[in-house]
């Protein structure tokens, strides 16, 4: 009997990742995968933990953890012995963690850190890599392509952190920000998703982490354009790898010249653009000519998508028949116009109404009442007037592009957590299911857009609304079903 690539589900959701990489539970399907600790939390103000009673429903209760995780990951003292007590062993950790910004410090070392902030999603994450023995053989982490980009006025340092706390663990890091409509899929989902490889390195880590390597075994030209696009020109190119994210999603890009050191200087990030793009691989490199090992990394540009299969559109996946209710009258079709039409307006906070010139707020409020399609021509005739008050910073610009309806014949927009509701939305989905009829999307839609079976989410006593916001923060389980081939590929083949 073939050993079983065993996992570790974070931030489990409703299961997506399980489901992706262990298949359907109802069908008992073998795919070499097995989750052997699954945690699912929601913060206070939820009156039930949806999410985690959905993934039980399916995948049953061995091995579930329904507490924060924080109060397994983040106390101090027996920190270790907590985590290894709590977490089985496993190869593959998994896990998609909301991006979060965080407060940095240096530590002695001069490397970029942490503060320890209660709450932040990223120090658990690190805390159970850190301690958990043996750590994991390969990491698997989702997330919303911010995280590469972010903070706003330090592009790249909040990604700059974690690749450099993965590395001192020892681990190298390859990431790429996938579409899952460029892959034929049915709804444009853009997220980062980041693999982490475990390698021996040296000296206690050698000990710690155990003797196989998982990542590229050479970080030369040749090597790292095999594993990183799947093809090199190179003639020893039929010697080296091709990475997971490449067999999976084949691209076509250009390697940068050479690798460049992620920087440990805050000063180094800016405003401007992530120095990371969309793709890329780091690790820590011999520099010379001190000779000492720093974290370097190698990205690509130009990237493009290769694919040449069947495209799902939004057509193949709704309901032939379905509730009224989510049918929209089209006498409101101009509350939809305008809210998915481009604005350029004015807000006054509440706080201020009372300090606002009455004229002026009668002004407002006419704007504010006016029927949706004469709106954008009254603020329009007013824009002067309320520029001329912005000085007294009651008001703040209230501006934002056009979105325009959704189309069956094209892979639907991203799912968002508000999807379900009867009131116009700039977000939700919208679109005619036939000339007459216009309408919004059921919860199974939103189920079958992500890639699960109908009626994954179905409870007694759920709302619609809620069904509609678990699938807004789920994952198109397509995407790990095309990388669990050339994961367990990879895990089984560099096992001693």
Known sequence: MVEKITVAELFAGVGGF???????????????????????????????????????????????????????????????????????????????????????????????????????????????????????????????????????????????????????????????VINAAEYGMPQQRRRVFILAYRTPNSGQLKSINGPEKYGSIRKTMGPMSKWLLGKSTSKDASEWKEGPFSEAFPLTGEMRGKPELISQNLETYSSKSSPFGNAGYAWKKAIMPSNSRKPVYWSIKNINTEYDGKRMVLGDVIEKTFSKKYEVDTTRIDEWEYAKGSKKEFRIRKKDRGNVNSDLLELYDRCMSAPF????????????????????????????????FDSKEKASRTVVTAEIGTSPSRMRHIFFDSPEKLRRLSPIETERLNMFPDNWTMLDDIKDSRRGFLMGNALVVGVIERLREPLRKLIAERRL
């Not at 909301?98 to 530590?107: G, I, K, L, W």
């Not at 603020?379 to 610009?397: C, L, P, Q, V």
Request: hydrophobic share 35%; net charge neutral; charged share 25%.
């Open 18 to 176: 399980r489901l992706g990489l262990e298949g359907n539970p109802n069908l008992e399907e073998d795919t070499g995968f097995k989750v052997v600790f699954s945690n699912q939390w929601e913060p206070p103000g939820n009156n039930r933990q949806w999410a985690s009673e959905i993934y039980q429903m399916h995948f049953g209760n061995e091995g579930h953890n329904n507490q924060d995780i924080h109060d397994i990951a983040c106390h101090q003292g027996e920190l270790a012995g907590t985590i290894n007590k709590r977490i089985d062993n496993h190869d593959l950790l998994v896990g998609g963690f909301p991006c979060q910004d965080y407060s940095v410090a240096r530590t002695i070392s001069g490397e970029l850190g942490i503060k320890g902030e209660k709450g932040k999603l990223w120090v658990p994450i690190r805390n159970i890599i850190r301690h958990k023995r043996p750590r994991p053989k390969v990491i698997l982490l989702e997330n919303v392509p911010r995280l590469l980009n972010s903070p706003a006025k330090a592009r790249g340092l909040n990604f700059a952190i974690i690749l450099n706390d993965l590395i001192s663990m020892g681990y190298e890091v390859e990431w790429r």
């Open 373 to 404: 399609k004469e709106r954008a021509g009254l603020w329009t005739d007013y824009r002067s007037k309320f520029i001329e008050a912005i000085g007294n910073d009651k008001f703040y610009h209230y501006d934002e592009g056009a979105m325009v």
